[in-house]
């Protein structure tokens, strides 16, 4: 827990911005009781016995000093310190101004807490809402893909069935033989494309085998150029 050195008389080692630990007696007693305190020092003897971490303040001169807790839901979130160089400047009655004071801040405090986490979980629910349309998408994608992949399927059973039966009438030297195996290993690569698609749709069951990473990469080149693009 800080606080925060705002304006007023300038106090060694105290630069306005510089964010101090709330620590000391004077502090914890405001933390745990969680309630306004008034104290009017005198004697810097008597001070840096009770309040050491007061002794600056009382050197520059400033002689009635008066802290509220900042109370949001049973929890002190700050601390507003009040100090004066006139000697008795405060009394309790300011005190219990200077509480309720310090309760509107804090329900002001709070009140911007509760704004920001609502904003937080607004962009966390569009956050969410967009995944879910991508998820959708992607899901709508690969139904897609797996119906396309089965019709394909099914005019390559049958270019493969006649490129096979072609060439068991085709002849070893026959010139129509060398377009044949062309067609043959085309729609073999087409069958592996088939089996990709189907993957990716989750169609196909799939099954462990043993790979080269660097034919299948080559095999996989121009189909993730198109799907990935050059950026």
């Given at each position: ?27 914890e007693y405001i933390l745990n009781r969680q309630s306004g305190f008034l104290i009017h020092p005198q004697d810097e003897n008597e001070l840096a016995e009770r309040y050491p971490n007061l002794l600056r303040h009382f050197r520059v001169g400033i002689r009635t000093m008066m802290a509220v807790p900042l109370i949001s839901k049973d929890r002190v979130i700050g601390i507003l310190h009040i100090q004066s160089l006139k ?145």
């Open positions: 827990v800080t606080i925060t050195y705002s304006f007023g008389v300038r106090i060694e080692d105290h630069e306005e911005g510089i964010c101090l630990p709330l620590d000391g007696p004077f502090f000697p008795n400047a405060y009394m309790e009655s300011d005190l219990r101004l200077a509480e309720r004071v310090g309760n509107q801040i804090a329900g002001a405090i709070a009140n911007s807490h509760l704004y920001t986490e609502r904003l937080r979980a607004e962009e966390e629910k569009a956050a969410l809402q967009e995944q879910l349309r991508q998820s959708q998408k992607m899901e709508a994608i690969g139904r897609l893909a797996g119906g396309v992949a089965h019709d394909f399927n099914n005019l390559l059973t049958i270019i493969k069935g006649n490129s096979e039966l072609s060439l068991m009438d085709v002849k070893e030297d026959d010139p129509l033989r060398e377009n044949l195996d062309g067609i043959l290993r085309a729609s073999g690569r087409a069958s592996d494309l088939i089996r990709q698609l189907l993957a990716f749709s989750r169609r196909q069951v799939m099954e462990m085998e043993v790979l080269d990473l660097n034919t299948v990469l080559e095999d996989l080149d121009k189909m993730l150029l198109r799907i990935i693009g050059e950026d």
